[in-house]
């Protein structure tokens, strides 16, 4: 077993990628709107403009969730409802004929669902993290 004091920075390493990551998705969110609406509604997705905005700011609370460590728990609630809501609809690789895009959206679902396994395993560490603003 690694020793904490390794185990540490890593801890933090992992946060500010991961973080990083799910605040770069929700800036993308809420400055291509747009963009983003267009796609969603060739999906299908009723209010779609609504949709995109409202996944936005899920991934603005989870990063900053998980890059302050402050309420994490509900970090990575907003996280696994935004992973339910968006990946069946938004990457349904089953019902697509083109194998190129069926692979994009197959690769894209399954990152989805790494994340969100990811997301779930957050949800067994305490809220205790090391460098996290205290928020009591």
Known sequence: MLDKAILTPLFIIGRIIVGGFYLMNAINHLTKADMLTQYAESKGVPSSKLAVIGTGFLLLLTSLSIL????????????????????????????IEDPQQKMGEMVNFMKNMALMGYTLLLLSFSDDWFLSLPYN
Do not use: D, E, K, Q
């Open 68 to 95: 302050t460590g402050a309420f994490v728990t509900y970090g990575a609630i907003a996280a696994i409802v935004f992973f339910l809501g968006v990946t069946p609809v938004m990457h349904n690789f089953w019902s």
